[in-house]
């Protein structure tokens, strides 16, 4: 025992540290307590895990090939030298220290997303720097050593040498990544066990906020945008913007536009937006088309005033075949489950709307009856508890985000008539129909789907999944009411990118988070190709200033090209004076930004920190094209280009 202790004495000292250090954490804030325990916990079993993925990444490297020799170096080093250590035990004493930021007081949603956003962002941008330090450092710290002399001196091309490096440096990537993504779900858990613990709610309005935090924030969701149910309205609407932007004389070709659009009224039939886009240039026809559909998500424009009282429109959210599916099956399954409580087939079927009424059954005194069957003993209601959350769990969500143009009649409450595929879409909770009442709505409006939605402020509404039909179509019908029957609201708009969204379930959060980090990793693997590169032809600190400015290129390429996208006039087009000549520099100055923009790197067209903070899943779809992107072309690129360059530098002259 003892020699088995002098042995490994470095490594039980580094762990006994570590976790003395986390474990202090928790308990400086006052007293143990049940949440605080269960956190020193997690992050003691987080710690051992990082050792042991150390210990079988060093396994999986025994096989004697070049590659894994130089992989194998690379992931000694960094255990040797104690880095993958202290930078696991700074990712989770940052981790925990954001889970311990938010505030008790919150709503849980909000602490969850706080928590998410600072997390990832906090990975990423520190896992970012450490391999670009690293990956430089490998290389660079082996020239000021001349130990790269003794390694290229072997049979190792330099193609080998650098795909061995890049291959290590993205295993001890991995360690760190997996050991992040374990913390962030772990202190999930926690901040939700300590909101629980500091919550003065009562115990039924806690669990609908729980509930409603694990169905829009830890989860994975699918979020659909609507489209138009006719076509030739969004035609009609682009030919009336078309004419007014026509009049304000602001087309560059607005002679030959103005003779398309008298030729199109002509006709009768307003022609699609696209027949008229050769005569626009890229910047009008956007600007056209997104003035059309903005008027499409607009109800009741004051020229409509005198003509249409409840004006309308409709949104079509089509191909919900998996929704639909997956409901069915949810359905189907609670059946089963009753059957097994002595319910028979039909009777299950029947009893899926009371199960629904229920709130909070576990604690709930009443004692629920179906016919001749009391469910009052308390292991059938722990079933029909979670039978009921997994029913919640299967509905869709409508997220409006109304806007209003003018005075609200209900001091900033809009009201809207809510159909959803013909039928009126009423809340289904009662404690939303009694606020409704208290707020002035009667009873036969709050019947007809009349909904209260606050101006300026996200609303969910919830939707069954029997309402999408068999063609897998959800059609929503807003209109705008009258007020008691006289006062007509002002005008009411959505924005056009998210105004009106849906979402479904699609799958667990472990799932989703666990995508999210591989859409990091793919990011990590240019980096630390990139930092290779710079190391293998330039000294450590020029290395790292250039991978660095790269990196942080790459990373803001997304905004820095919407920023340089309207970098153009001065607002309106001047002919000569300072004014002119300043325009056509602008222009070229966002030509050449805009060329380099779409040759660069954009890390944010793969922005998966925020999918996961609003509980939408991380597609499979779009790792491929991340994987495709930054993976295949730019990672290969910048290793070719880099395999070119070192191949082509002379590091040492051998003599034999």
């Known amino acids: ?47 051992i895990g990082l050792f042991a993925l150390l210990q079988g990444t ?63 962002l906090k990975v990423e941008v520190t896992l970012g720097v450490f391999t670009l330090v690293f990956a430089a450092r490998c290389v660079s710290s082996e020239y000021a050593g001349r130990q790269i002399h003794t390694n290229l001196s072997k049979p190792v091309s330099r ?20 050991v992040a993504g374990a913390a962030i779900y772990a202190y999930t858990g926690t901040i939700e066990a300590r909101w629980v613990a500091d919550s003065k709610l009562s115990a039924e309005a806690q669990l609908a906020d729980r509930q409603a935090t694990r169905r829009e924030v830890l989860s994975a969701r699918f979020k659909a945008t609507p489209g138009m149910e006719r076509t030739d309205v969004l035609s009609g609407y682009f030919l009336e913007r078309l004419e007014t932007m026509v009049a304000s004389g602001n087309l560059d070709n607005s002679e030959a536009v103005a003779a398309a659009v008298a030729e199109a009224r ?9 027949t008229f886009q050769p005569l626009l240039s890229k910047r009008d026809y956007a600007n056209c088309m997104e003035l059309a559909t903005g008027r499409w998500y607009t109800l009741g424009l004051p020229e409509e005033q005198a003509t249409l009282l409840e004006p309308s429109q409709v949104y079509v959210f089509p191909g919900l075949f998996g929704p639909l599916a997956r409901g069915k099956a949810v359905r189907q399954g609670v059946v089963v489950q009753l059957g097994s409580l002595g319910l028979s087939a039909e009777d299950a079927k029947d009893f899926l709307p009371l199960l629904l009424l229920q709130t909070n059954i576990c604690n709930n005194p009443r004692v629920i009856v179906w016919g001749k069957k009391a469910y009052a003993d308390p292991k059938m209601r722990e079933q029909l508890e979670a039978m009921r959350i997994s029913l919640l769990a299967d509905r869709l969500q409508l997220v409006l985000n109304p806007h209003a143009a003018g005075q609200t009649p209900r001091e900033g409450m809009a009201e809207l008539r809510v159909e959803v595929n013909g039928h009126p879409l009423m809340p289904l909770r009662a404690a939303e129909r009694q606020a409704m009442h208290k707020n002035g709505v ?33 059609a929503v019908r807003l209109t705008r009411v009258v007020v008691n029957g ?32 591989s859409v990091m990793l793919v990011k990590m693997g240019f980096v630390a190709m990139l930092g290779l590169v710079c190391g293998s032809l330039l000294s450590f ?70 999918l996961i903070v609003d509980g939408v899943q991380v597609s499979w779809a779009m790792f491929a094209r991340c994987a495709a992107t930054l ?3 730019w990672t290969g690129g910048v290793a070719l280009a880099g395999w070119f360059l070192f191949e082509r530098r002379e590091i040492a002259r051998v003599i034999v």
């Not at 030298?81 to 849980?108: K, Q």
């Not at 009873?443 to 069954?464: C, F, K």
């Open 631 to 633: 993976g295949l072309l």
């Open 159 to 178: 193609f080998t040498y650098l795909a061995g490096k890049w291959l290590g440096i993205m295993l001890v990537n991995t360690v760190l990544a997996v």
């Open 486 to 517: 006289q006062t007509p609201q002002p005008t009411i708009s959505f924005e056009s990118d998210g105004g009106i969204t849906l979402y479904g379930p699609t799958g667990p959060f472990a799932l989703n988070l666990g995508a999210a980090m």
């Open 58 to 120: 060093k396994w999986l490297l025994r096989p004697g090939t070049p590659m894994f020799g130089m992989a194998g170096s690379v992931v000694q080093e960094a255990i040797s030298n104690h880095w993958v250590f202290w930078m696991g035990a700074y990712l989770l004493a940052a981790l925990l220290g954001l889970a311990c930021l938010p505030g008790t007081t919150e709503r849980l949603d909000y602490a969850e997303r706080f928590f998410l956003q600072w997390a990832q």
């Open 442 to 474: 009667r009873v036969d409006a709050i019947a007809t789907g009349s909904r209260l939605l606050p101006v300026g402020q996200p609303t969910t509404l919830e939707i069954p999944f029997e309402r999408i039909d068999d063609s897998g179509c959800l």
């Open 1 to 47: 025992m003892l020699n088995v202790f002098l042995r490994f004495r470095g490594v039980l000292f580094r762990l006994s540290a570590v976790l003395a250090v986390l474990a202090a954490v928790p308990f400086l804030a006052g007293t143990v307590r049940a949440d605080r325990g269960l956190t020193v916990v997690l992050t003691a079993c987080i710690m």
């Open 266 to 274: 002509k006709a009768g039939t307003p022609p699609a937006p696209e």
């Open 541 to 610: 600190p020029v290395a790292c200033m250039v991978a660095v400015g790269i990196y942080a290129f790459a990373a803001c390429a997304g905004g820095l090209a919407d920023a340089f996208d309207d970098f153009v006039t001065l607002g309106r087009k001047p002919t000569e004076g300072l004014d002119f000549y300043l325009m056509w520099a602008k222009k070229i100055i966002r030509i050449c930004m805009s060329t380099i923009l779409k040759v660069s790197p954009d890390f944010e067209a793969y922005d998966a920190r925020t």
